[in-house]
């Protein structure tokens, strides 16, 4: 028995393809099977020519003095045939029993895409995976969390498999059986003249497939998108006149009519209300009303150190609304493990009753006892790894201690579905100021690293008291217009535009499959507006950049020479740095000759005009057929796809949350590494990249053009 059968082969073959990009499809599944299976098929052949080596022929052929390469090539190879056609029929069957118990560990061809099934307590989204290709290992994971309401759901795909497993191990014995008692000489049917007419033969297939696709045959019209059209659009979307994009200001609304002008002028079809290109909703949102303070103060609460805002401490902008004023001595404290989780799972957990049970904590919640410390007159200082353990309801307020610069740096602004009462605030602060406070309670961040080292689970260990601080927050409400902005190109067999031939406007053909289908192209325009300061966030890349993209892939789609047959919806919508995504459903119900429609597609553009990567990143959560076309389309123009890169959100805002209801295939469209200026003053037209804009905007034109045509993709 070797080492690799001591590795479990199902655990190792996840591990390969969780590690190469599950979102990769199905070459990742190869290499990894490749990879698990390798050795049992090394070690067949390596048995085979043991058993073969001491034969006569073998004897003969040295003793005619042949080479080695020579006995391989005449001799043993053509002798291993027979045994490895019969190993590949029974090796099938190995394969497929590896891929069903992936797939009951919810590991699948493409990893499937996002779906919003229902909300939760406070509105929050429930997301599940479901796997867009037609794989028995995807069916097996979409019920394997159902499999006790609805257990006859496996049935289908389990016997599936068991057939198809006992169909090739019957069939590879009758093969072995067949080929050993027959006469049959394979080396005569596989020698240098057929192999290389079969290699000629998938050449010619090959090369004849790929010009008559229709990639082939859409490629020149993607070559129309014109990049300076587009960078002119950043251009103006990013002007001082716009004042950031922020949702809740006048910039807003300009930046609204801009883009519902160009879709005018570009002569889109109106989805809005009225005949209008806008859709207006009125929302509630919350904004900062002066700069937050954190200060130092001496016995007799005076004021002696006014620490820098963003250079030195950053409120906390997340799930919950944190303002007010509170203040209290620094007490630095550091926790154990959770109880009964490990460290992952105890990050985990404490980020999920952070999020969710904020100003409704049950008796469980409180893992360390925080309650019992007297701390409802305290700051307490604690590093940012433990923010997400820790009740911080307790305290008057948190200090989270950050060494990561990007968090100061960056400028987030409150979500919409933010919790409105006053809680205790929390700042991340800089190692820096943490070291200062700590000093003068005694203690410092080596000291609770040290501390916390010796900690069981559910203990915690405080520092002395330190100086009094005073932190203060506040913010306002603003009732304001929140407009979507709505344009679309008929489909062929929709036929809803006025004037052209075929069936009376908001009529559909019945002969046409495609004729109620809609493919939707989205861009989120908003910003994040003026600093308190007055500081400027013209959010050029994020997203500018993709409201750019989307107004030039709607002018070639208008003007081009192959019409969809899907219609196509352009929507430029708001909320998105307010963690809010698009609401298929509302986009769809506005419009009388949308709402019969169905949603086939959505296309998600953010970030694509610049980031420190070579590639499209196709973002997390995407449809893997959706993937598939776009990796098809860049391949075409020659542009680097990758699964695993960064977006302008990366590590912002919460992969699940701004989600926004729907049921329809979506592919998250970026340029890798574009949150590196995400949210701060340097996002500006300057840094965009027209060639990157181009890419991405080809690619996706390209891409459209196969979803708005195409009956399959």
Excluded at 214 to 235: G, I, L, N, T
Excluded at 249 to 270: H, K, N, S, V
Excluded at 408 to 415: E, V
Aim: glycine share 10%; with cysteine.
């Amino acid at each position: 028995m070797c080492i690799r059968d001591s590795f479990p082969y199902t655990l190792f073959a996840m591990i390969v393809i969780q590690a190469l990009g599950i979102q990769q499809g199905m070459s990742v599944f190869v290499i990894g099977l490749c990879v698990v299976g390798w050795g049992e098929v090394a070690q067949f052949v390596r048995g085979q020519v043991i058993g073969i080596k001491p034969r006569l022929f073998i004897e003969a052929s040295r003793a005619a003095g042949a080479q080695t390469a020579q006995i391989l090539v005449r001799h043993v190879l053509p002798n291993l045939l027979a045994p490895l056609l019969v190993l590949a029929v029974l090796e099938m069957g190995g394969v497929l029993m590896l891929l069903s118990e992936l797939g009951f560990l919810n590991v699948f061809l493409g990893g499937g895409f996002k779906v919003e099934i229902a909300e939760v307590g406070k509105m929050i989204p429930f997301v599940v995976y479901f796997s867009d290709v037609p794989e028995w290992g995807s069916l097996l994971a979409t019920i394997r969390d159902w499999w006790r309401s609805y257990p006859w759901m496996a049935y289908y795909p389990g016997a599936a498999f068991f057939l198809a497993i006992v169909t090739f191990n019957v069939w590879g014995e009758g093969l072995r059986r067949f080929l050993s008692e027959g006469r049959i000489n394979l080396g005569r049917l596989f020698n240098k003249y057929t192999l290389l007419a079969a290699g000629v033969t998938v050449v010619v297939l090959v090369w004849a497939l790929r010009s008559a696709s229709p990639m082939e045959v859409y490629r020149e019209q993607a070559r129309q998108f014109d990049a300076q059209r587009a960078m002119e659009h950043v251009r103006k979307l990013t002007s001082p006149e716009f004042q950031g994009r922020k949702t809740g200001t006048p910039g807003l609304q300009l930046a609204a009519r801009y883009i519902a002008d160009q879709m005018r002028e570009i002569g889109l079809q109106p989805g809005g209300d009225e005949g209008t290109y806008i859709q207006t909703v009125e929302r509630s949102t919350k904004h900062l009303t002066a700069v937050p303070r954190l200060e130092i103060l001496d016995a007799q609460g005076n004021v002696i150190e006014s620490l820098v805002y963003r250079e030195e401490f950053v409120p906390y902008m997340g799930l919950t609304h944190l303002v007010g004023e509170s203040q209290g001595a620094i007490v630095g404290l550091t926790t154990g493990p959770i109880p009964g989780l490990s460290e992952e799972e105890s990050r985990a957990s404490a980020r999920d009753v952070s999020l969710t049970s904020i100003g409704e904590l049950s008796p469980g919640v409180d893992h360390y006892g925080l309650r019992n410390h007297d701390l409802e007159d305290k700051v307490i200082l604690v590093r940012e790894t433990e923010l997400w353990r820790i009740n911080t309801l307790v305290p008057a307020g948190t200090l989270a201690v950050t060494d990561d610069p990007d968090v100061l740096r960056r400028r987030l602004i409150f979500p919409h579905w933010s919790y409105t009462q006053l809680l205790p605030p929390i700042l991340y602060i800089t190692p820096a100021v943490a070291e200062r406070l700590l000093a003068a309670a005694g203690s410092s961040l080596d000291e609770l690293e040290r501390m916390s080292v010796s900690l069981q689970p559910g203990e915690v260990t405080l520092t002395e008291p330190g100086p009094t601080v005073r932190i203060h927050i506040a913010s306002e409400e603003v009732l304001s217009q929140h407009p979507t902005v709505v344009g679309y190109v008929p489909g062929i067999g929709a036929a809803m535009e006025a004037g052209r031939a075929g069936p009376a406007p908001g009529q559909l053909r019945p002969d046409d499959p495609l004729s109620n289908q809609v493919v939707i192209v989205s861009a989120y325009y908003d910003g994040l507006g003026l600093g308190l300061d007055g500081t400027l966030y013209p959010g050029a890349n994020d997203n500018a950049s993709g409201v750019a993209t989307l107004l030039e892939i709607a002018r070639v789609l208008q003007e081009a020479p192959y019409p969809p047959k899907r219609t196509v919806l352009f929507v430029a919508w708001p909320d998105g740095e307010r963690y809010e995504g698009l609401s298929v459903s509302n986009v769809m119900n506005v419009n009388a000759h949308l709402r019969s429609l169905k949603v086939e597609t959505v296309i998600e553009l953010s970030g694509v005009g610049a980031g420190q990567g070579e590639a499209i990143a196709l973002g997390e959560g995407s449809s893997y057929r959706l993937v598939r076309v776009f990796q098809q389309a860049a391949d075409r123009l020659g542009v680097s796809t990758t699964t695993r890169g960064r977006g302008p959100h990366y590590d912002i805002i919460p992969a699940d949350l701004g989600f926004g209801g729907r049921s329809a295939l979506t592919v998250y469209v970026h340029w890798d590494g574009s949150d590196r200026t995400a949210h701060t003053p340097q996002d500006t037209f300057e840094a965009i990249d027209a060639e990157k804009l181009e890419r991405v905007g080809r690619t996706t034109l390209l891409a459209l053009t196969v979803l708005s045509r195409e009956l399959e993709y």
